[in-house]
């Protein structure tokens, strides 16, 4: 029995305890109930989309691919491929339309699933980058539990829109575009294009891609003034994969290219994008600008406090290096996620149409600030001089403080994620007398099978559903 004990390997006991611990996190909050929480309007539309897609693509009218300026062709593809997933295991091949309320959350749960499967492997990826790139597997490891643990960005990943497709590839292109200059690696550029095309093909939004990735090129340029021609090759290189995967999974772009660009330019970037707006009922009125302090205000109620902590004290860190004269501290790509999300924030702000899943592409980087300083936070414990038995005890509290709040919040959630607000600013309660609440269609499975139970009348059966759109052909 004693020996037992001593050969007790505690390394090996703790690797298996974080794997269990992120095992459990990516099920509950990405998998569980999944198909069972809100109904979004628009995915709807999006399966007739879907259908029209893949139709134009059988019958060969290839202009008829373009379906909406966004243009969701990698939603639509991973629709499809959750459509078939449902014919196959159901035996069911009917069109969506003939959807009903009975079978409707296992049609949701299938055409859900490979997004969140989607979303979850280029998330895996990108800590993998994060890996090479901080050459620590403390931050990589931080950076994606502390992203899974941002309630709302897990209800976004969850649900049927672009928003969480395209932030992961957005973060994950840049990523791999800084690793293959910093490394100048031919690998990781074509991995940087394949992702920037993904890109192109979810949103209009996708134009940062190549923004960020200019001036990151800029910064390799000037740091290595030698290598200017083995970065403009790899350059060329990039842009071109990004043009042919973009151009090789929408046939649209086979048949009428410019046409098709020029729709997406100025349906979906000047019409829509600068010029559009969303109806904001706030203080009884119903408004189409909510401020130019929304996205502050969205910021701070939908990201939870243990993020909004770690990014003060990176911002302490930042504050206290520039004052000593030793930026170099910092890490390079820290400040650089930094500056996206800043520029990504003003950005929006300054268009006139404002939601707030439109923050979700900042919430990959402000994980990777928030693991930067987590690593910074635990390095300043060790080095700081006080007894041991203090240390453990505050790193102790923090943690079980931390965890509690994020076990008890995901649980008490779960499914309905995009009911986030953080509770320390007066949660949901606050947050309605401040900004706009996009309902989403939570709980309306719960209210049904309430009604239901009330047995109003033996032939009926009740299907609460999300505005007009809801089960409509």
């Known amino acids: 029995m004693f020996k037992r004990v001593k050969n007790f390997n505690i390394i090996r006991f703790g690797k298996f305890l974080l794997l269990l611990f992120t095992a459990l996190l990516i099920y509950f909050s990405l998998f569980n109930k999944l198909g069972y929480e809100n109904i979004n309007v628009d995915q709807f539309l999006w399966y007739e989309r879907t259908e029209n897609f893949f139709q134009a693509i059988k019958e060969g009218d290839f202009s008829d691919t373009y379906q909406q300026y966004h243009p969701g062709v990698t939603l639509m593809y991973l629709i499809r491929l959750g459509q078939l997933s449902y014919r196959i295991s159901t035996g069911d091949f009917s069109n969506h339309s003939d959807i009903s ?3 409707y959350g296992l049609y949701n749960y299938h055409t859900k699933l490979y997004v969140v499967i989607f979303c979850l492997l280029i998330i895996l990826f990108s800590s993998h980058l994060v890996n090479k790139i901080t050459k620590s597997k403390f931050i990589a490891i931080s950076f994606f539990i502390f992203l899974l643990l941002e309630s709302y960005y897990i209800g976004i990943l969850r649900n049927l ?32 294009g394949i992702l920037t095309g993904l890109g192109f093909l979810t949103k209009s939004v996708s134009f940062f891609i190549p923004l960020f990735c200019l001036i990151i090129f800029i910064v390799f340029l000037i740091k290595e003034r ?10 060329i290189l990039w842009i071109l994969i990004s043009i042919f995967v973009f151009v090789l999974l929408f046939p649209a772009m086979w048949v009428a290219p410019i046409d098709t ?6 349906d979906g970037v000047l019409d829509t994008g600068v010029s559009g707006s969303f109806n904001h009922y706030l203080n009884n009125t119903m408004t189409e600008d909510p401020g130019i302090f929304f996205y502050v205000k969205v910021l701070a109620f939908r990201i939870t406090p243990f993020t909004h902590f770690l990014i003060l004290v990176y911002f302490v860190f930042l504050l206290i290096s520039l004052f000593r004269k030793k930026l170099k501290l910092i890490p390079e790509l820290s400040i650089l996620s930094l500056f996206f999300s800043a520029l990504y924030f003003l950005v929006f702000t300054c268009l006139q149409k404002k939601t707030d899943r439109y923050m979700s592409s900042i919430y990959p980087f ?10 910074i936070l635990i390095d300043f414990l060790k080095n700081l001089r006080v007894g041991k038995k203090i240390k453990n005890f505050f790193v102790l509290f ?5 965890f509690t ?6 649980f008490t959630l779960k499914p309905y994620f995009l009911a986030y607000y953080n509770h320390v600013l007066g949660g949901i309660d606050r947050a309605q007398k401040e900004m706009y609440l996009n309902q989403g269609g939570i709980g309306v499975f719960e209210i049904s099978e309430y009604l239901d139970s009330l047995k109003l009348s033996d032939n009926t059966r009740i299907a609460v559903t999300n505005e007009r759109e809801s089960f409509k052909k």
């Open 101 to 103: 309320y009975e079978n």
């Open 161 to 192: 829109h672009m928003d969480g497709i395209l932030s992961v590839l957005i973060f994950s292109s840049i990523l791999s575009f800084y690793l293959a200059c910093s490394e100048k690696s031919t690998k990781y550029f074509i991995l940087s």
């Open 226 to 235: 030698n290598s200017f021609s083995l970065f403009m090759r790899m350059g």
């Open 261 to 266: 660009l020029s729709r997406i330019i100025h």
């Open 366 to 375: 402000l994980a990777l600030i928030s693991a930067y300083s987590f690593s």
């Open 398 to 402: 923090i943690f079980v403080i931390s």
């Open 405 to 410: 709040y994020y076990v008890w919040n995901i």
